[in-house]
């Protein structure tokens, strides 16, 4: 059969007459809608340029609105110069006992790449701004691992004092915005409940570090624990005992019954100090920096009785016990005395007639953040 070429010819000259006007159809409604965009959105300079402002700079105040931020949205902006409020702020405290007439420190910033990066780009190192930030990672290790948990641009507010001597500082709010738990820990430092005996309590008035029971405690009256075993602080294998913040001369007691095995050995570092044995529990105790030694290799030793005085003797910035419960086979596995099996330990809370003026420190506290 033959077909009229001509009439294939025709055909496909239709088809294609077809195709050209959708394609020129499509092609110029691409072109209006691009119009329409680029009117819409890069007309307005202006506006762009305040949104952007908006983002780069609402660091602290905004974090409401700018956490969590999408992630197409985080590769956009350029990484933000760092924005913290650091400002002392001298105020009239209404608990007048504790703060009358000290100056009080707040921070507040989102972290980048490590706590103590973040810390000391604000506060620098000749201000001890890696001891605040260690002081700061040992008060959040008791509501999360930091190392694991902790994410860019967390957003933390910290009010502190600076103590006497270097490097010292006393934490009086912090709190950390964490992403990942999607929630906000607080913890507000008090210590009305028990002059020398302070501790950190969540807004609820529930203490955030435990507490070993007093009849096993090697110390009863402390401000704060500084150190636990494995800070990453103190050198390699990290920190070896928890040290325990407490006024030179606070009576430190056995925490089990045992034997004295050493005193004041390598005085250099440890200072007076003393070592007792626990066979029964398969254990050594080491009590270090002390002041005043009250008992002799040798001795036998009950559980809950003194053997010294706290101190700021050896390798000791500043006065604390160093408290370390070693294996006795081997001494370089040391127990948390916080998860060891043989110690008892419990949280404080603020009991009902200390109540309202805890309420009425926290609000002094938040005070300080939202002046500065
Ligand atoms: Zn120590």
């Given at each position: 059969?033959?077909?009229?070429?001509?009439?294939?010819?025709?055909q496909?000259?239709e088809?294609?007459?077809?195709?050209?006007?959708?394609?020129?159809?499509v092609f110029?409604?691409?072109?209006?809608?691009g119009?329409?965009?680029?009117?819409?959105?890069?007309?307005?300079?202006?506006?762009?340029?305040?949104?952007?402002?908006?983002?780069?700079?609402?660091?602290?105040q905004?974090?409401?609105?700018?956490?969590?931020?999408?992630?197409?949205?985080?590769?956009?902006?350029?990484?933000?110069?760092l924005?913290?409020?650091?400002?002392?702020?001298?105020?009239?405290?209404?608990?007048?006992?504790?703060?009358?007439?000290?100056?009080?420190?707040?921070?507040?910033?989102?972290v980048?790449?490590?706590?103590?990066?973040?810390?000391c780009?604000?506060?620098t190192?000749?201000?001890g701004?890696?001891?605040?930030a260690?002081?700061?990672g040992r008060?959040m290790?008791w509501?999360?691992?930091?190392?694991?948990?902790m994410?860019?641009?967390?957003?933390?507010?910290?009010v502190?004092q600076?103590?006497?001597?270097?490097?010292?500082?006393k934490?009086?709010k912090?709190?950390?915005?964490?992403?990942?738990?999607g929630?906000?820990?607080?913890t507000?430092?008090f210590?009305?409940?028990d002059?020398?005996?302070?501790g950190y309590?969540?807004?609820?008035?529930?203490e955030?570090a435990q507490r070993i029971?007093?009849?096993?405690?090697?110390?009863r009256?402390y401000?704060?624990?500084?150190?636990?075993?494995?800070d990453?602080?103190?050198?390699?294998?990290?920190h070896?005992?928890?040290?325990?913040?407490?006024?030179?001369g606070?009576?430190?007691?056995?925490?089990?019954?045992?034997?004295?095995?050493?005193?004041?050995?390598?005085?250099?570092?440890?200072?007076?100090?003393?070592?007792i044995?626990h066979?029964?529990?398969?254990?050594k105790?080491?009590?270090?920096?002390?002041?005043r030694?009250?008992?002799?290799?040798?001795?036998?030793?009950?559980g809950?009785?003194?053997?010294a005085?706290?101190g700021n003797?050896?390798?000791s910035?500043?006065?604390?016990?160093?408290?370390?419960?070693?294996?006795r086979k081997?001494?370089?596995?040391i127990?948390?005395?916080?998860?060891?099996k043989?110690h008892?330990?419990?949280t404080r809370?603020?009991?009902?007639q200390h109540?309202q003026?805890?309420?009425?420190?926290i609000?002094?506290?938040?005070?300080?953040?939202?002046?500065?």
């Amino acid at each position: 059969m033959d077909i009229p070429t001509s009439s294939l010819c025709n055909q496909n000259i239709e088809k294609k007459n077809k195709f050209s006007l959708q394609y020129g159809f499509v092609f110029l409604f691409i072109i209006s809608v691009g119009l329409n965009i680029h009117f819409l959105y890069f007309d307005k300079p202006v506006e762009v340029a305040s949104l952007k402002l908006g983002v780069e700079t609402g660091l602290p105040q905004n974090i409401e609105k700018s956490l969590p931020e999408p992630e197409a949205l985080k590769k956009e902006i350029p990484e933000p110069v760092l924005k913290a409020v650091v400002q002392p702020v001298s105020y009239v405290a209404s608990s007048a006992e504790t703060l009358e007439g000290k100056t009080v420190h707040s921070l507040s910033f989102k972290v980048r790449s490590s706590l103590n990066r973040t810390v000391c780009k604000i506060v620098t190192r000749e201000n001890g701004c890696a001891a605040l930030a260690a002081h700061m990672g040992r008060l959040m290790a008791w509501f999360v691992d930091i190392k694991k948990s902790m994410r860019n641009d967390d957003y933390l507010e910290v009010v502190y004092q600076r103590l006497e001597g270097p490097e010292q500082f006393k934490i009086l709010k912090l709190s950390y915005k964490s992403q990942l738990f999607g929630k906000t820990f607080e913890t507000f430092y008090f210590d009305a409940i028990d002059p020398g005996s302070g501790g950190y309590f969540d807004s609820e008035g529930t203490e955030i570090a435990q507490r070993i029971i007093e009849a096993q405690s090697p110390i009863r009256k402390y401000t704060e624990i500084t150190s636990l075993p494995g800070d990453f602080r103190k050198g390699m294998g990290g920190h070896s005992g928890t040290d325990f913040k407490a006024k030179v001369g606070t009576p430190i007691y056995s925490g089990f019954s045992g034997k004295v095995t050493r005193v004041n050995w390598n005085v250099r570092a440890n200072g007076y100090c003393v070592e007792i044995d626990h066979p029964k529990l398969g254990i050594k105790t080491l009590y270090l920096h002390l002041s005043r030694v009250k008992v002799k290799p040798g001795q036998t030793v009950k559980g809950g009785q003194q053997i010294a005085d706290s101190g700021n003797t050896g390798r000791s910035f500043a006065p604390h016990l160093h408290y370390e419960i070693q294996k006795r086979k081997n001494k370089k596995r040391i127990y948390n005395p916080f998860t060891f099996k043989h110690h008892k330990s419990y949280t404080r809370k603020i009991p009902s007639q200390h109540y309202q003026a805890f309420q009425d420190t926290i609000k002094l506290y938040n005070s300080v953040i939202k002046e500065s």
